[in-house]
């Protein structure tokens, strides 16, 4: 495609819930990370793939958060039992390499959690 | 955690100003890079500087980097009312993608 598509744009979810967000990186770029963006703040890494595999996923704050990027392009980031602190904005950005330059994001999701 | 920090937190000036961001990072890097965030959307890359330059343009964007300082300003020239955004200096450090590391934004009000 174009560009990095996110979706849902918007999601709100009672606590408790699970939700799967879906990230369509740019065609042919290696590289997709994930960031969670709270209200007022930068974006926080989350996970790096590298094609279909996960090399780093340090920034993902529990075990309730998972990311998958089963064939090398489409991604998922799945939050499982959502509380309310996982409320947030969650960017995908692609590359076309593997040593970072610029990044392209897309829109983002907005999670709301009740 | 966040290693960018920039300066001001906001900024409002006049239509035709310029703009002036500060950036400030902790450990050493191998490149920096400038992003725009409009309300309720993505990032947009405005330009990269990497650690053996010290100062690059683009445009109306002026960026220089003291690495001796750890810091880095963002010159936005003759700003327009369309430049109205929240802007986040990110940094890449160590050998690979380990994913850049953004500041906490400042966010610049044009005025017409």
């Known amino acids: 495609g174009a560009g990095v598509s996110q979706s849902p744009r918007y999601k709100v979810a009672k606590r408790g819930q699970d939700v799967a967000l879906r990230c369509d990186p740019i065609?042919?770029?290696?590289?997709l990370f994930w960031y969670q963006q709270a209200l007022g703040q930068g974006p926080e890494f989350l996970t790096y793939f590298q094609n279909e595999a996960q090399l780093d996923k340090s920034g993902l704050p529990s075990d309730r958060f998972f990311a998958e990027r089963p064939e090398g392009s489409v991604s998922t980031l799945k939050i499982q039992r959502t509380q309310q602190e996982d409320s947030a904005v969650y960017l995908c950005?692609?590359?076309?390499?593997?040593?970072?330059?610029?990044?392209?994001f897309g829109e983002g999701s907005r999670l709301t959690v009740l | 955690s966040q290693q960018g920090e920039e300066d001001p937190q906001a900024l409002s000036i006049q239509e035709g100003e310029n703009a002036t961001m500060n950036c400030s990072y902790k450990t050493s890097i191998n490149n920096l890079q400038w992003y725009r965030q409009n309300s309720g959307r993505g990032l947009v890359h405005l330009i990269l500087?990497?650690?053996?330059?010290r100062e690059k343009h683009s445009g109306r964007l002026r960026v220089t980097l003291d690495t001796s300082k750890k810091s880095s300003s963002l010159l936005i020239t003759a700003s327009r009312a369309a430049d109205t955004a929240s802007y986040f200096c990110a940094t890449l450090s160590g050998g690979g993608a380990d994913g850049l590391t953004f500041g906490k934004g400042t966010h610049l009000i044009i005025q017409p």
């Open positions: 950005a692609s590359f076309v390499g593997t040593n970072t330059g610029e990044l392209f």
């Open positions: 065609s042919g770029h290696v590289s």
């Open positions: 500087i990497r650690s053996n330059e």
